[in-house]
């Protein structure tokens, strides 16, 4: 049987109250099916996006674009990553059901219903395409419709259950909204979204990989094959420790091709080298085999959130600053 199947063999013997199937989603309270609406979006998540494609038409523009142009591209990003997420839950629902930190998902609950979930997952793929094509431009709204098919078939159906590789190149799919930034200004592409693209890329797996040590057993328990659950967390702490670098590296790349200048040189890094010291201090903790609270993987989980935020931000103010 496949892990798909054992999945929701699991799930399915579980007691129906667990997983929200006692009351019909149509029977709950209005507001409350439209918070779950919204969390099949993942909210938290998409901000991220935003803080990423945003600085990035600041930077195409060299100064501020036009904003009804950002309001358009970014309600077209949100509506498009929406979909994305909604349609990985719509797949992920029997682990979803399984996991600790995914309990509460308006699938597993019974909040909305798989077919409502997947409607709305495609509708929010079709509206988003639509969007960012007639208001924006059509090379933006194939970049953006990439990602979310990237993000739902690359990475949800095929990686994710299969190699400890998945958060690698799935991450591809969250690297996408620097390239749509940039071409919703220029209608075209060049080697600085590219750049960026790549900073954002090396920056996933540090990113995701010290949560995944932290909730290691919910993925084992489900057969996910995120690294931590198949390596040790002095092999994970390794290949943090290299993705930092080359991701620190290729971040200093923009200003020697002159796009950008003295402010975000020194926001990189400043950032950077603090990165580099947390990454550091986790392998040296992992060497040492500590375990549980003492090997402190959050911090740089919470300091990777601040990192490419300051890194950003330093890309939208650099262009007033030369």
């Known amino acids: 049987m496949s892990l798909s199947g054992v999945c929701v063999t699991a799930v399915e013997s579980r007691p129906a109250g667990l997983l929200g199937a006692s009351k019909s989603p149509s029977r709950r309270p209005f507001g409350a099916r439209v918070k779950g609406f919204v969390a099949l979006t993942k909210p938290r998540i998409i901000e991220l996006l935003l803080i990423t494609t945003v600085p990035v038409m600041f930077l195409a523009q060299q100064g501020v674009p036009d904003l009804g142009l950002v309001v358009l591209t970014c309600v077209g990003g949100y509506l498009s990553a929406g979909g994305a997420n909604a349609l990985n839950m719509y797949i992920d629902r029997d682990i979803d059901a399984l996991m600790d930190r995914t309990s509460q998902r308006p699938l597993v609950t019974g909040m909305v219903s798989p077919r409502e979930c997947l409607a709305f997952g495609i509708s929010l793929a079709v509206v988003s395409t639509l969007l960012f094509g007639f208001t924006v431009n059509w090379l933006s709204a194939w970049l953006s419709l990439g990602a979310l098919l990237f993000y739902v078939v690359v990475y949800t159906m095929i990686l994710k259950r299969r190699t ?84 620190v590296g290729v971040s200093l790349l923009l200003t020697p091709l002159g796009y950008t200048g003295w402010f975000y040189t020194a926001v990189a890094l400043v950032s950077g080298g603090w990165w580099l010291w947390e990454a550091h201090a986790l392998q040296n903790r992992a060497k040492a085999e500590v375990t549980g609270a003492k090997l402190k993987e959050m911090r740089l989980f919470h300091w990777s959130i601040t990192y490419v935020s300051l890194l950003f931000v330093a890309i939208a103010v650099d262009p007033f600053l030369r």
């Open 164 to 247: 400890a590789q998945n958060i690698v190149w799935g991450g591809i799919a969250g690297c996408m909204p620097v390239l749509i930034g940039w071409s919703a200004v220029k209608d075209s592409l060049s080697w600085a979204p590219v750049i960026l693209f790549l900073v954002i890329f090396f920056w996933t797996p540090p990113h995701y990989w010290p949560l995944s040590m932290k909730v290691k057993d919910d993925y084992a328990r489900v057969g996910v094959p995120m690294l931590p659950v198949v390596a040790s967390n002095k092999v994970v702490a390794r290949q943090i420790v290299l993705y930092s670098w080359v991701m």
